[in-house]
Nanobody, 114 residues
Framework: EVQLVESGGGLVQPGGSLRLSCAAS????????MNWVRQAPGKGLEWVSG????????TYADSVKGRFTISRDNAKNTLYLQMNSLKPDDTAVYYC???????RGRGTQVTVSS
């Protein structure tokens, strides 16, 4: 069974940091590009960042560029999102998603608030 499980969310103050993880199973993880997407309360899905299968090529939404870093460890079948300098506007449910096959996890909540 193809599965993605996010973890690492929580409540953090503005300016703080969090590291999200996404554990993949049921497919050859390194063969697929991966994305992080998020959904803020009352809004649609927003693409945040993407990484190719080998991990060398990364892209970011303008809203997170310079603050977030996407990475992956193919030996551990795990995708990461390091989030620094968090802002209240970053509050959302964060999902990891496989590029191809419409595969997405159940999400992890990130709340940035003082």
């Amino acid at each position: 069974e193809v599965q993605l499980v996010e973890s690492g969310g929580g409540l953090v103050q503005p300016g703080g940091s969090l590291r999200l993880s996404c554990a993949a199973s049921g497919f050859i993880f390194g063969a697929y590009a991966m994305n992080w997407v998020r959904q803020a309360p009352g809004k649609g899905l927003e693409w945040v960042s993407g990484i190719n299968g080998g991990g060398r090529d990364t892209t970011y939404a303008d809203s997170v560029k310079g603050r977030f870093t996407i990475s992956r460890d193919n030996a551990k079948n795990t995708l990461y999102l390091q989030m620094n300098s968090l802002k209240p506007d970053d509050t959302a449910v964060y999902y990891c998603a496989r590029v191809g096959g419409n595969v997405r996890g159940r999400g992890t909540q990130v709340t940035v608030s003082s």
